[in-house]
């Protein structure tokens, strides 16, 4: 199993969109989410955790349309924790 691929599988939705955003676009993290946690998320519940976090300032856009970190964004618990290495 692959370090994403684990994060996805034991990670609070809103964590893991709140870090994998910055880097990916949000088409790809759904389909990871298809991928890896499919009987558990669905595409309504990704999209709606997606636009809550911009709505609570966690991830917002720069000038260009870039996901960027938001006025509220904190690092997820498991980042912070080092528990994927």
């Known amino acids: 199993m692959t370090t994403v691929e684990n994060i996805i599988k034991n990670e609070p939705i809103a ?21 890896y ?7 309504s519940v990704f999209i709606d955790t997606y636009n809550s976090l911009f709505r609570d300032g966690v991830l917002s856009y720069d000038e260009n349309g870039k996901t960027i970190k938001g006025p509220n964004w904190t690092p997820p618990a498991f980042m912070t924790e080092k528990r994927y290495d």
Do not use: E, G
Not at 37 to 43: A, F, M, Q, V, W
């Open 37 to 43: 946690r499919k009987d558990t998320i669905s595409h």
């Open 15 to 35: 964590d893991v969109i709140s870090l994998l955003a910055l880097c990916f676009h949000p088409m790809r993290l759904d389909q990871m989410y298809a991928r």
